[in-house]
């Protein structure tokens, strides 16, 4: 299958997991709760996408839900709430979404090689599952993302549902930290992509912002789940709940992710120990001296 055709073939599930949600949302049973009808629908359109994944027997159809599906919760929220949002708030932290989905999305896509391409966590997953690969691939590549994104959405649902405080300080601190953690993502993507073009066998990526910080791409994208969360404290101040989805997204990255990348790397380029001994593996910081 052509890559353009394997791009058809995701985009089809897309559209049909977004039209069957929203067919839930129009014509399901209404729950009463804004932010459960939101989940259901997002559950139901995973589904969806775990039936096209299983039939091409590729879980990285899952891939784009990540950034996809956050713009289209944030609208519903938006326009079916009874309480206007504070529109500077609004529009400023949908800004921030929206460049950040459409860059993250438009980077799967230029670099999404075709059906034959799976993430190489996907099969891991399913291989150490077993007897229980089939759950495995259902809740814990497809469902569990889909829980935790939407915990990452909780304070974007509470600046779509009520006006909150008025526009301040925090609205402000939230915007530059989003517009720089999505700038951080965009440089970094690009800078690597420009490596692996040029790279030699072995070659390790030390350049750049990636000589402070072994995972600059990771420690954007928490930047980016953080500016959400502080526009969710800003219309709701004191309701540290809001930033639960945040720690989640850390906890996930720096508990998971990263060691997981970290393995493959060490297994795979042996020169990588030396850039473990002198980049810091999340926080941009000064790189230390090369070992002599």
Known sequence: MSRVGALVRVALAYVIAVVVGLAWLLWGPDTGQLWLN???????????????????????????????????LAFYWWIRSDEPSNPARWWLMMAVMLVWAVRLTANWVTTFPGMHHEDWRYPMVRERAGRFAFAADLFGIHVFPTLQVFAGMIPVYVVATRAGEPFGVLDVVAFVIGAGAVTLEAVADLQMHRFAATKSPGQVMDRGVWAWSRHPNYFGECGVWLSFGLFGLAAAPGSWWVLAGVVTMVAMFVGVSIPMMEQRSLQRRPAYRDVVHRVSAFVPLPPRPRAL
């Open 38 to 72: 939101g989940l259901i629908a997002d559950l139901i359109a995973t589904v969806v996408v775990f039936v096209f994944s299983r039939i091409y027997r590729n879980s990285s159809f899952y891939d784009p839900y990540w950034s996809v599906i956050p713009p289209l």
